[in-house]
């Protein structure tokens, strides 16, 4: 069955049109929609700060389809919330294998790097999450962040100044 796309990190109506598409798809499977619907619960529980929630969601979506990206990323973010990194990597890795098109996945794994000091791939994470979602302010406030630990970090004040302008409150 298709995958449905991970829900999105920011607060926008995407997630809200991406659920809606998983439910009107006829031909997705009921266990591919109820891990969807976990999945997205497990999210809800992540941007809340229940991230012991958030993981049992993301399990129970798992265990109904072991190929549901929005769970890997959701488990993926959770880890990385937590600071647990190898898990974080490994269920990142395997949301983006499912679905290589997730700008919010390539953020939280270029977050996930950049807690490991490695910010030349975190940079590098980033790129792709503002390549395949350039009107999202997050990836490039995280990458003004991985910038400034490497040489030749000019662009860092232009990424905050770019997320400022997408938004304002943040």
Known sequence: PQQAPAPPVTGDSGGKRQTRKIFEKPQQSPATVDAFAMAVTGYSML?????????????KALALDPNCASAWFTKGST????????????????????????ASAWSAKGECLAKLNRHEEAVACFDKAIQLDPKRAPPYYKRAGSLVH?????????????????????
């Open 47 to 59: 941007k809340k700060g229940q991230l012991t929630e958030a993981l049992d969601f993301s399990e």
């Open 79 to 102: 880890f990385v919330r937590l600071g647990h990194t190898d898990p974080a990597l490994t269920c990142l890795a395997r949301a983006l294998q499912l679905e290589p098109g997730n």
């Open 150 to 170: 490497l040489p030749g970090s000019a662009n860092a004040l232009s990424d905050c100044d770019k997320s400022l302008e997408m938004d304002p409150n943040d």
